[in-house]
């Protein structure tokens, strides 16, 4: 029997408002927490990016002669409530308007993303963002206003982009005030904010939306023991408690896993949670998962005698470089390198078997569908003299991610779609235009916009090969 991926499977790929759309301060739009964190970095800011608020006919043609039939994008809370609440912003909500109608002109469904990183400046000034509880209240009049608006037009919804990530890198995904710095228990804190925001979401959804369906977007790792240790074999246990199910549980089961919330309240890092948020939480169910996958991760047991241990012990803000919040749980799991791992020039693990491996678990734990929101490879692309850009590295990097998605699907897993990160090369938040990720390469750097000009990529030419065969060139 030929090999392909499942009947109506979804090709496209995936970007975000802050990342490709720029004109930051223009049609009303005012400032969101991500315009302000990405001046002065040394790279790119967020002004202008890839300039998609003005090219976005231009891409959407793009997309369509790639043959997609599925874009996820995000919203841009600030465009369209430039102080979070209050008036809408007519021009900012013309935008997207415009934007869904020329994607469904061309064929494409839309998947928006409520909410991408960029809490309105105006909200973090006012109560310091998603640390105060009022979020969640105004986080639902936006979401509201979105969803009646667009609720004839888009079934498929997702919440808010990667809790996981924005818990783990806390100080680096919001504007948190110094005063906080010192204080871990406030990430859980607004995590629990974005789960009651979360479910709010779902449950307009399914209100407004007939026949539409909600989920998150998560950003997720299979966790592996370096060893077959009982010591090692336990703190990946643990690390999948606390990075994986932590998440996971809360929207598919309505309820934090016992272990990971006893450990967070012996540390005092415990949320508060209120009388009637765990029934909110519960009745804004979500519907399917949208899966943000690109490496895996690898742990071992902590040596509570090494002098990195009493470091993290004493200071719980964090280790530069590191591969994440580990040192705030030094006696639960400790992340090192996997020693049977290739990696990328940003020492990200390259994983393809982590894919078919994080499906399988997943769906057996939950049974819902998934969509891949996110997967890609960064790299230092160049553009030749010719317009033509070589990155058979990201080519053989997907390729290998879809063989393996595939295989999950053999094996019963339902996957609704892959929507990899990401269509045209946008604002790395920690290497600007550096790391490029696209398969359109926009002509910029982070010192000089030069023409902001379009070119397809090899993995361009090579993806629509792929959709117009629904992944039958790489799985024969």
């Not at 995590?191 to 909600?214: P, Q, T």
């Not at 078919?356 to 049974?367: G, M, T, V």
């Not at 030749?384 to 595939?406: F, N, P, Q, T």
Request: aromatic share 14%.
């Amino acid at each position: 029997m030929k090999k392909s991926m499942p009947k109506n499977f979804l090709w496209g790929a995936s970007t975000s408002a802050y990342q490709v759309e720029g004109a930051a301060l223009e049609d009303g739009k005012k400032l969101s927490q991500m315009d302000i964190m990405n001046k002065d970095t040394g790279f790119a800011d967020a002004s202008v990016t890839s300039d998609m608020y003005h090219r976005y006919k231009e891409d959407i043609a793009l997309m369509k002669e790639a043959g997609f039939t599925a874009h996820r994008f995000s919203i841009a809370w600030s465009r369209v409530f430039p102080d979070g609440v209050g008036e809408v912003n007519d021009k900012g909500i013309e935008y997207y308007d415009n934007f869904i109608d020329e994607l469904l002109k061309n064929g494409i469904e839309p998947i928006p993303t409520l909410y991408h990183y960029d809490m309105p400046m105006a909200l973090v000034e006012k109560y310091d963002g998603w640390i105060n509880r009022q979020s969640v209240n105004d986080f639902a009049y936006y979401a509201e206003f979105i969803i009646k608006r667009y609720k004839d037009k888009v079934k498929k919804w997702l919440t808010i982009n990667e809790q996981s990530i924005i818990v783990e890198f806390w100080k680096k995904k919001n504007f948190v005030p110094e005063k906080f710095h010192n204080n871990p228990q406030i990430k859980f804190q607004m995590n629990h904010h974005m789960n009651l925001a979360h479910a709010i979401a779902c449950k307009l959804v399914h209100k407004y939306v007939e026949d539409g369906i909600c989920g998150p977007a998560i950003g997720y790792s299979p966790i592996y023991g370096l060893d077959a240790s009982p010591k090692n074999m336990l703190a990946m246990l643990n690390a999948e408690d606390l990075k994986n199910h932590y998440f996971l549980d809360i929207y598919f089961q309505g309820k934090y896993p016992v272990g990971a919330m006893n450990y967070l309240k012996e540390n005092n890092m415990a949320p508060v949670i209120e009388d009637g948020d765990m029934e909110l939480i519960k009745e804004g169910y979500s519907d399917f998962l949208g899966l943000n996958y690109y490496a895996s991760k690898c742990v071992k047991f902590p040596e509570k005698d090494n002098n990195y241990y009493r470091e993290a012990r004493s200071n719980l803000t964090g280790k530069k470089g590191g591969m994440g919040a580990y040192e705030m749980m030094p006696d639960f799991y400790e992340y090192i390198k996997n020693p049977y791992c290739e990696t990328n020039d940003w020492d990200w693990t390259i994983d393809p078997t982590g894919m078919e491996y994080l499906l399988r678990d997943i769906y057996e734990r939950y049974e819902i569908p998934i969509i891949i929101t996110e997967n890609g490879l960064g790299a230092y692309d160049t553009l030749e003299e010719d317009g033509s850009i070589h990155d058979e590295y990201r080519i053989d990097y997907w390729a290998k991610h879809l063989e393996a998605i595939h295989r999950a699907t053999e094996l019963g897993v339902d996957v609704m779609g892959f929507l990899p990160w990401s269509f045209v090369d946008l604002l790395s938040t920690s290497n600007g235009y550096n790391k490029r990720y696209g398969i359109i390469y926009v002509n910029r750097t982070d010192d000089d916009l030069k023409d902001l000009n379009r070119y397809k990529k090899d993995s361009f030419y090579w993806y629509q090969k792929v959709i117009k065969s629904n992944g039958s060139i790489i799985l024969n």
